[in-house]
């Protein structure tokens, strides 16, 4: 599976920017899909999950309601939709796949295959 994350890029505090993640692969394998983050001086930490069906979906309580995952599978994308950016947003954003989704893996551990990250900036 490899996975091709996009979208990145500045924008004004309060704008809105959405990133898009391409797999390839056999679709089992990622029937799961995720957005991490990794601000300098920090550990990567996990963003939004979707099921494979769209129904499943996870955030980090600092991105829910700003933030909307979700995923086109004739496509074989997912999305992530930001909102209400704030200098705190900004970070390389990962997209990761895994081949099992339960609303509890929000660990990198969980996650099998990576993305090669898109850097988002937030400033005026």
């Known amino acids: 599976v490899q996975l091709q994350a996009s979208g990145g890029g500045l924008v004004q505090p309060g704008g809105s920017l959405r990133l898009s993640c391409v797999a390839s692969?056999?679709?089992?394998?990622?029937?799961?899909m995720s957005w991490f983050r990794q601000a300098p001086g920090k550990e990567r930490e996990f963003v939004a999950s979707?099921?494979?069906?769209?129904?499943?979906?996870r955030y980090a309580d600092s991105v829910k309601d700003r933030f909307t995952i979700s995923r086109d599978n004739a496509k074989n994308t997912a999305y992530l939709q930001m909102g209400s950016l704030s200098p705190d947003d900004a970070a390389v954003y990962y997209c990761?796949?895994?081949?099992?989704?339960?609303?509890?893996?929000?660990?990198?551990?969980?996650?099998?295959?990576w993305g090669q990250g898109t850097l988002v900036t937030v400033s005026s």
């Open positions: 990761a796949a895994s081949s099992i989704w339960t609303a509890d893996r929000t660990s990198e551990n969980d996650y099998d295959y």
């Open positions: 692969g056999r679709a089992f394998d990622w029937s799961s």
């Open positions: 979707i099921s494979y069906s769209g129904r499943g979906t």
